[in-house]
Every structure is written in structure tokens, then in C-alpha cells.
DNA sequence: CTCCATTGGGTACGTCGTACGCGGTTTAAT
DNA sequence: ATTAAACCGCGTACGACGTACCCAATGGAG
């Protein structure tokens, strides 16, 4: 173990910066740079929208941009970095309001609903992300709005786990809905040659009788018939009510009035 | 775009096999195979737990194995497929009962911390999974014990979210805990360095009064003096209530117990 | 027995991320 | 204004990667 590219024990890399958001863009000396981290950026998002996250290379992105693999090191340290610069570009996408309305229902509808849009948009999302949470300026806003709209009495590591489940919902969700189109990359097959190829495999352990809830979900499950926004939103709602019940009774508050910002709502929630 | 690697828009492969599983080991002629899918697998486990699963390349396990890179192909189809029965392998880890106890909250909470010691040990599952569901044997067990456990009266669709819920957050709690880890193994730098190092930015961040949710996180969560798996019970324990909600209520039970879950154990005094 | 499907394994191709170094350009310091 | 350091774009090169293709050896089916 630990044979070869193991660094220093405590300096890490040459710059000494831990993240790329803590790395400037571009020293006060030199020449005007030619190209631009946004610029780089973008046309890395172009290409993993339409070929995948692996299709954008290096190389694939210098060469759509007009210059050479090499050049791009020149405004991000690595792949890894500029793959978190990616995620929180589209992040940027989702552009919660400033604050919370006081509805917090209809924030994270909002927020959820947005979600969704931009992942459909950006099918690579999930495998970029991949667990960590980098921090962004983007990731931050989201996270200040969504859970700012969660922040009604309870501690902060409660917020933050239903924050999780509610934006967990959403991956898994778009997850499904995007199961097809990557199967169908993968495979080459049509989703009606895969129903077709799968049949056997699936009648065979329906028949063998070892999984009810299988057979449950092959035969009953009405989400495969229903629109696909309309799955979601059904499922949002289920997990919405199950924030709901963790949250602090609203009705009856025996305290004085809340610090939470009280903004005029006439803005309605949008739920079907 | 689809310059290069296409194939036939119908055929898919050589087999016709939609997925691994449909696939037989081996067929009826010829010599009898040195090798077999299971230690195959066994060998890309190990070395992806030890070093990455990108460390888990063919050619590291074949040579851990004893022979070259291509004679795997004899038994895998490709990389993903065996991606795809390292998942199934861990999965089997798990080992859910044959079927639910009648308390799903038991059930739920033994899958639960199985699923959390197991992804300790596989810290490449999630990267693994990414996404796609693969039906697998031992993935199918786990789902019909997980799902099963719900089976309460709600529709297929409904118990579907809520299994997903649970062990989404499973998945999202495991990853915080190994975030240090990867963190190092990425900039080489110890818990303490990258604190050190990260603290300009998060006091940047906090200075700016922008960020009154991450200023709460950082200064109010009790979850990083936890012990973590102290914090992931009490994480757990909520998305159970949350669950418990969205359950219909219980028809019989010896205990006239309101479902009302708890919101405050003995949070006092969270502004110092 | 013969036949040929299947075996383990080697070679080779195209791709990847990126370490390194070069000559030219810009700016801060003198 | 001069100089030297810092930074630019970019080409070359290296060691990986997945896997297509080819080969001789092998052993069950006829």
C-alpha cells in the first residue's frame, strides 16, 4: 500500500490551497489569460450533456475550446477540480430566491421541482457529485435556502438530515426517470427491446415465488403508467409529509413570535 | 457526435444478454475454466476496499489473481458488468432474514446498521452504484425484506419511497463519515491540517453574514462531537418517525400510543 | 477416435490524466 | 527605462486504462 504517488504528509500540493474555491483564478502578474474558468467550465458542462461525464476529457474540452489539453492546467488544478467546478455551475441553475417565503412547503417544492429540471438537464450530475460536498458558492445557496426554509425550531442537525431527504428524493427519483436513457446508452437496446430481452429474467423470478414485492411492483406499481412529472411530484408529496410530521407543531405556539423572517406571502404553494 | 465506439442500434452486444445476470457462467463445452466469476469478484473487493475502486482496474486484478488482463473477459463481459457483481457481491453482506419480523421499525433499523457497517467496510459503493438499480439476487433479497417490512396497508409506489428514503439516508450519512477519509486520500492532508487550512475560507464565509445556515452548522451541529455512529442513529432514528407518519395508523396494538414523533429529546441551550 | 467450441494468455490500439519543459509575454520592482 | 521574475499557451512524453483481436492448447460431444 502507499507505493508511488504518495506526497508529503502535510503539504498536500504546491499551491497549499485545500479547494478550488479557495484558489484564485489568476495570480496580478503575467499576461491576460485567453481563456477563462467559466468559459472552461461551460464548455465542460456542454459536452457531458450530450456524451456524458467521461466524454468530457482534457483534451475533448481544449480541443472544443481551440487550444491544447495542457493549457486548461493552467486554470484548474486537475480534472477532479474542474469536475466540482462543473457541479457548481449547474447548481447555479436552481437560483433560490434570497430568502425563505415562510412557507417551507412551498420552498422545497420550489427547490425540488427546480431540482429536478436541472438534473434532466445535466444527467451526469449524481456521478460527479459522487458523496462529496465541496462547499461552492452555489452548493451554498442552495443549502442556505432549503434548509433556512426547514429552520423552525429544531436543531440544526435535524434540519440538515431532512434537507437530506428531501434533495436525496430528487437524485433518486431523476435517478429512475434517467434509467432508461442510460440503459438504453449502454446497451443500444430501445426500451422496448429491453422490456422484451429482461422479460425472461424477470418472469423467472416472479414464478419462482421468492419475491412478492417484486411481483408487487411488476404487476401494481402505477408509476411506469403515470407521467413521469406526475410520479414525482406524487413521491415529493409522500416525503413532504413526512418532513412535515417531523417538524415542530405549527397552530399553537406557546413562545412569542419566531425569529424566522416573515415575508408577505401571497406567493401560493403550487402543488397539484 | 457517436464517432467511434457505436454499434448496431438494435443488436446491442454479441450475446443478446440485457444484463449480467441473464448471462450463464460458463456453457457446456470445452475445458474446464481455471478461474470463476466469484473469485474474480472476491479479488476486485478486496482491492477496491484497500485501494479505490479505480485502483480495481483488470489488469490489477488479474494480476493479483495470477493471470492477464484478457482472461477475465473470459468470465465478465466488461468492467461495468463486473462493477455490477462487486455491488451484488457486498450486497449479500447484508443478509436480510428471510422475511420481516411483523416490527418494521426493528426490521428497518437491523438493515439500516448492516447496510452502514458494510458500506464502512466498501467505501467505493457508492461510487459503484451510481444510479442504476441492476436487480441482482442479493440486491433483490434486500429489497424484498426492506420493502416487505413496510408492506402495511400503503400502495407498492408509497412503500417504494419510503425504503428509498431510509436507505438514502443510509447512504448520504455513510458518505459524511468517510468524507475525512477521502479527503485525505485526495490532498494527503490529516483531519486537522485540512481544518487548518479550510478555516479562512469557512470564516470568510461565516464573516460575510451571507451565510447564516452554514455560520449555525458550524458552530451549532453536535454531529462532528458525536461519536459517528451516536450521530447516525439519532439521524436514523428521525427519518424512522418520518416514516412512521407516512404509515397508515396501526389497526391493533396493546400500546394506545399516539404515532406523534419527537422532536425535542433535550436540546437546551443551543446559543451560547 | 475426430471435431470444434472454449480455454488462458499475449500483443496492440486508441484513449486517458498529467508531469515537464520550452519560448514568448506581461508586470512589478528597480 | 531596464530588468528579472512570474505567467502565458502549448507540445512532448509517460504510464496507466479498457478491450479488440489472434493464437495454441484443451477436452466434451458426435
Not at 484564485?24 to 502578474?29: K, L
Not at 434548509?147 to 437524485?171: E, Q, T
Amino acid at each position: 500500500m502507499a507505493d508511488g504517488t504518495e506526497r508529503g504528509d502535510d503539504t498536500g500540493d504546491d499551491t497549499g490551497y485545500v479547494n478550488i474555491w479557495m484558489r484564485p483564478e489568476r495570480p496580478s502578474r503575467g499576461p491576460r489569460p485567453a481563456y477563462s474558468r467559466a468559459q472552461i467550465t461551460e464548455t465542460a458542462v456542454r459536452i457531458a450533456d450530450a456524451e456524458g461525464l467521461e466524454a468530457a476529457s482534457m483534451r475533448r474540452i481544449a480541443a472544443e475550446i481551440g487550444t491544447g489539453a495542457m493549457s486548461l492546467y493552467r486554470y484548474v488544478p486537475g480534472r477532479d477540480d474542474l469536475i466540482q467546478l462543473m457541479v457548481d455551475h449547474v447548481m447555479g441553475e436552481l437560483d433560490p430566491p434570497d430568502r425563505p417565503s415562510g412557507d417551507w412547503r412551498a420552498d422545497l417544492t420550489l427547490l425540488a421541482g427546480r431540482s429536478r429540471a436541472m438534473r434532466l438537464r445535466h444527467p451526469w450530475l449524481s456521478e460527479a457529485q459522487h458523496g462529496r460536498p465541496s462547499f461552492g458558492p452555489n452548493e451554498l445557496r442552495v443549502l442556505e435556502f432549503g434548509v433556512g426554509a426547514l429552520d423552525l425550531g429544531l436543531p440544526i442537525d435535524d434540519m440538515l438530515v431532512l434537507f437530506g431527504l428531501v434533495m436525496g428524493y430528487v437524485d433518486s427519483a431523476v435517478q429512475d426517470e434517467l434509467a432508461w436513457e442510460k440503459e438504453h446508452r449502454r446497451s443500444g437496446l430501445s426500451k422496448e427491446g429491453w422490456m422484451g430481452r429482461s422479460a425472461p429474467y424477470v418472469h423467472q423470478l416472479i414464478n419462482s415465488g421468492e419475491h412478492p414485492m417484486l411481483t408487487r411492483i411488476v404487476r401494481d406499481a402505477r408509476q411506469p403508467h403515470m407521467g413521469s412529472e406526475a410520479a414525482f411530484r406524487h413521491g415529493l408529496e409522500r416525503v413532504l409529509d413526512c418532513v412535515q410530521a417531523a417538524l415542530p407543531p405549527v397552530p399553537s405556539l406557546p413562545f412569542p413570535s419566531p425569529p424566522k423572517p416573515r415575508h408577505d406571502d401571497e406567493r401560493t404553494g403550487e402543488h397539484g
